[in-house]
């Protein structure tokens, strides 16, 4: 069974796409009172329209949860146009150490994705207040952010996004590092293709692919996120051990201790089975150091008692 927590734009974007492939059982629990009866019982029905044999329902009553395997958690509030991540954070906060006390209590064996911004620092708060294992308790962006880099090198060459392998790390927000060095189109490095110009254009588009969306429509994306999510659910319920960016709580990887950062694993039944160190250059090393310390900047940033 796969909980969502939260049924806003982000969490219902993604329950559909799911109900679509008919994964498996979907709950979807949020805190306004008829909100996700109404829309599990709207999904439920189209489920029947398209003979998909999916259990959904609607609760706001965390216990419903119980039993899951997956928890997908979309709930807090989303920025608005001119705000970044990082503004959502002391709100956020907040919430998502009151969910990791639920999710502890109804589904400890459960494996996390959280996708609330600012989703690394959060991921931190999510892990901390768990006390789950670092492989379970994950951060999503970072299929996203690849994904967002792949359309603008695809968009530039005339080729299709799957034929490009884009690398982004660190973390999800203004200091992401898009490492173009590492990304290629069927093997053949960018640096092959595209001028520096160029390059440096797609770096930045992926960086504000975000806050475009929410400056064109008003609200953050959630097609993005819910198609990645459902990329996710697929690599975990099928053990599939994909190698997908998330953002993970490292201890020693790349050199880092007791923070969350963005960084390729190997995604199967057991969640983030493995964290891939990819080389990196002395000026790439650089870049994540900076991203690094961006989202620890954000986390010591937080009370004490939401980081322990």
């Known amino acids: 069974m796969i909980t969502i927590l939260g049924a806003g734009k982000v969490g219902m974007a993604t329950a559909i796409m799911l109900m679509m492939r008919g994964i498996d059982d979907l709950v979807l629990i949020a805190r306004t ?10 999904l439920a029905h189209a489920a029947a329209e398209l003979g998909i044999d999916v259990r ?30 990082e503004q959502l954070l ?62 603008y090198i695809a968009k530039r060459l005339g080729v299709s996004p799957a034929s490009v392998n884009a690398i ?24 092959r293709l595209l001028s520096p110009k160029d390059l440096e254009e797609v770096v930045t588009e992926t960086v504000k692919a975000g806050a475009r969306i929410t400056e064109l429509r008003g609200y953050s994306s959630n097609y993005g996120p819910a198609a ?22 490292l201890q020693g990887e790349y050199g880092y201790e007791d923070i969350v950062a963005e960084v390729p694993v190997v995604l199967g039944r057991g969640g983030a089975e493995k ?15 900076e991203a690094v310390g961006a989202v620890r900047k954000l986390i010591e940033s937080l009370p004490e008692e939401l980081r322990r």
């Not at 790390?169 to 640096?191: A, I, Q, T, Y």
């Open 228 to 249: 990645g999510l459902l990329l996710t659910v697929e690599a975990i319920k099928r053990d599939a051990k994909r190698v997908y960016p998330f953002s993970i709580y």
């Open 168 to 191: 982004v790390m660190g973390m999800h927000g203004e200091k992401m590092f898009p490492v173009p060095r590492l990304s290629s189109v069927s093997g053949m490095p960018l640096d």
């Open 90 to 151: 002391a709100e956020n906060a907040k919430t998502i150490a009151d969910l990791a006390e639920k999710i502890r209590t109804y589904a400890k064996d459960a494996i996390v994705v959280l996708t609330t911004n600012p989703v690394d620092p959060l991921t931190y708060v999510m892990y901390k207040k768990t006390g789950f294992p670092r492989e379970r308790v994950l951060g999503f962006s970072g299929i996203l952010d690849s994904s967002r880099m792949a359309y």
């Open 33 to 42: 009172p008829g909100k996700p009866q109404g829309e599990a019982l709207d």
């Open 56 to 85: 959904i329902e609607g609760s706001n009553d965390y216990s419903a949860m119980r039993g899951s395997d997956i928890i997908l958690v979309t709930a807090g509030i989303g920025r608005k146009p001119g705000m970044t991540r």
């Open 275 to 289: 964290v891939i160190e990819l080389p990196l250059t002395e000026e790439e090393k650089r870049r994540m150091d």
